[in-house]
């Protein structure tokens, strides 16, 4: 049978970097020191260094939250204005993107389009705005998978790998666009202004084909995890969409990473094989917590989520389009080696591990 690759990948993330202006701001919804004095140390601890945002940082001085009073102190925007700036801030980031793919010559060859996206929704969608401003085919196929959360890139490549296992001829451009910051939320909830202090926008567009070049597609596997719907939970409120984040999330994820190598069967995600074949991990960059949890749940070595950790650092948590930042870094440096198998992993809602195994061609 035909094997799919994601030939090549393309990120883009808005200009303005907010991740300093993020912990000031939220230092001053926290109405009591011993709060803040936790929210400084989980800050300090993150191991994010950056995050991203359509929105540039106000004056805090000046009672600003960003510049453009979008977010006004005290009223804060509803559902439907949040909804409004992402129509318009999501195609200018998915066509930068886009862009950075560099498939402007052979956008006519394009015969199926994924988006994938939890932060925002519109009709006519992402998928038919983009189509009309690249000059795709007016007969494109196209596809929209949306609040499926962090792990949503998975499903968006298994779906593209079906299409040209069907269909050799078949070039899909896959798109995760995430805006995470237009639902930040003017609370003191300890543990929702944490949850803020991980995500950030960014898009990442790939180019899936039967071209041998790249990155080989292999299985693709899903896990629900028992007794773990409330852990992750992503609702759409008056106010913008509200995120809950558990703090038991990365000891769940542990636990459960230890049970798969116990287990060390053919129906497990690692699939009767364990850890030993994989020479490159892909993991999206939940936080720094969960990358640990990864780490220890897998007995994996020290550095082998390098190139999660250096993602989480430079961009946050961007929900779906973060591992497919993690496999555009892995493909670019020198030393990954042809012909090194790979293990690609995003948890999300549900709780529901997503995962897929992978050759770098």
């Known amino acids: 049978m035909t094997a799919a690759h994601i030939n090549r990948i393309g990120t883009a993330v ?35 260094a950056h995050r991203y945002s359509g929105l540039r940082a106000g004056n805090l001085e000046a009672g600003e939250v960003d510049s453009q009073g979008f977010y006004t102190r005290g009223g804060f925007p509803g559902t439907a204005a949040r909804m409004a700036l992402y129509e318009t801030q999501a195609l200018t980031l998915a066509s930068r993107a886009v862009d950075a793919l560099g498939i402007a010559g052979e ?18 969608g992402l998928d038919l705005q983009l189509g ?13 998978l949306g609040f499926m959360g962090c792990s949503a890139a998975v499903p968006a490549l298994r779906m593209a790998s079906q299409t040209v296992r069907a269909d050799p001829a078949a070039r ?11 639902h930040l939320q ?15 926008d960014g898009c990442a567009a790939a180019l899936v084909t039967a071209d041998a070049c790249g990155i080989a597609l292999g299985d693709f596997r899903s896990s629900v995890i028992p007794n773990s719907s409330d852990l992750i939970t992503w609702r759409i409120g008056n106010e913008g969409f509200h995120m809950h984040l558990s703090g038991k999330v990365p000891g769940r994820i542990a636990q459960t990473l230890r049970e798969e190598i116990a287990r060390n ?10 850890t030993r074949p994989v020479d490159l ?37 961007m929900s779906s389009a973060t591992l497919m930042f993690v496999l555009r870094r892995m493909l670019a440096q020198p ?4 012909g090194g198998r790979g293990f690609a992993m995003a948890f999300g809602p549900g709780m529901v591990a997503e995962t897929f195994r992978f050759t770098v061609v």
């Open 265 to 274: 069967d053919e129906a497990g995600l690692l699939r009767g094989e364990g």
């Open 172 to 182: 899909v451009l896959v798109v995760n666009l995430e805006l995470c910051t237009l």
């Open 186 to 200: 003017e609370t003191a909830e300890i543990e929702t202004v944490l949850s803020f202090l991980l995500f950030g």
């Open 107 to 124: 956008r006519a060859r394009i015969t199926h389009l994924i988006v994938a996206s939890c932060t925002g929704f519109t009709a006519p």
């Open 281 to 317: 991990w892909a993991v999206h960059g939940g936080g720094r917590t969960v990358l640990d949890a990864v780490e220890i749940g897998l007995s994996l070595p020290c550095g082998a989520l390098e190139h999660s950790r250096a993602v989480l650092r430079e961009f946050g948590n």
């Open 132 to 144: 009309e401003l690249l000059g795709l085919r007016p007969d494109l196929s196209r596809a929209v």
């Open 335 to 338: 030393d990954t080696v042809p």
């Open 14 to 48: 808005p200009a303005n970097d907010i991740h300093a202006p993020f912990i000031a701001f939220a230092r001053t919804l926290l109405s009591d020191e011993k709060r803040r004095s936790v929210f400084d140390r989980m800050a300090e601890r993150s191991g994010i």
